[in-house]
């Protein structure tokens, strides 16, 4: 089986469109798999300090990094990201781009000479790449035609996985949901309508070895 890990960024915890539209995707791909949750509701990501600063910038290995309070954090998420087979985020938008929690995981994470490295032709990621869902939820909407505000979630996430070596990615969008009743169910059903889209080859039952390629 993979082993499956959500990282839940909404404030709501699980009482998120994002959550609640992850879990559909889940029970989807796995619906008797184990997962592991960071909920970042409830064990918020620290802010890099000054010290975290210091020890990144020498490119501390994984060992090196083991022994240095600064780099726990960062260790202990990139180590769950390691042990991954499918990554999956949820996410809501918060003033066009992903929550301070998300963005504060992702400092956490992208790690110079741990997850990346730098070179005169740019950014090499250092962690192998594996299917990840992304999913979006927003007040407004955010795909053209109806959007009327920019989408720097998706832009930038994708940016800063590839950093990292992750580019199987895979976005689901539940939009419009802060205008009413109605529009949130129906932005939550036009969400979920995309998943079987989304899983493709990991849809069990979708034929073709399902999981195999990814353990
Ligand atoms: C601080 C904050 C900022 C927000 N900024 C935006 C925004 O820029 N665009 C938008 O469409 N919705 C915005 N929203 C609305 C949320 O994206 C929307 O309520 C979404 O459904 C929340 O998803 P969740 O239930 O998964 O947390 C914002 C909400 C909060 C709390």
């Known amino acids: 089986m ?3 890990l959500h990282v839940a960024a909404s404030p709501k915890g699980e009482a998120a469109y994002s959550w609640q539209v992850a879990e559909a995707l889940l029970a989807r791909i796995d619906p008797d798999g184990e997962r592991l949750v ?16 210091a020890a990144m910038i020498q490119g501390q290995t994984a060992a090196a990094a083991a022994a240095l309070p ?6 202990a998420a990139i180590r769950d990201l390691e042990a991954t087979d499918v990554l999956t985020i949820s996410t809501p938008m918060h003033n ?14 992208v790690r110079f000479g741990r ?3 730098s070179t005169p032709e ?18 407004g909407a955010i795909t053209p035609p109806a959007a009327r505000q920019p989408d720097f979630v998706q832009p930038y996430l994708t940016a800063i996985l590839d950093c990292i070596g992750i580019r199987d990615l895979r976005f689901i969008r ?9 529009a949130a169910a129906a932005g939550l059903t036009a969400a979920r309508a995309t998943i079987d889209a989304a899983a493709g080859d990991l849809a069990p039952g979708s034929g073709a070895a399902a999981y195999s390629a990814i353990t």
């Open 122 to 139: 740019g950014k090499i990621g250092l962690l192998r790449d594996r299917p990840t869902f992304i999913v979006i939820a927003s007040g």
């Open 96 to 109: 066009f781009t992903v929550p301070a929690a998300l963005k504060a995981w992702l400092d956490q994470v």
């Open 174 to 182: 539940a939009e419009a949901l802060s205008r009413g009743p109605d």
């Open 38 to 53: 960071r909920r970042l509701d409830l064990a918020p990501p620290p802010f890099p300090t000054a010290d975290f600063a």
């Open 2 to 4: 993979p082993r499956v």
């Open 115 to 117: 997850t990346f490295q």
């Open 70 to 75: 600064a780099l726990a954090y960062s260790e």
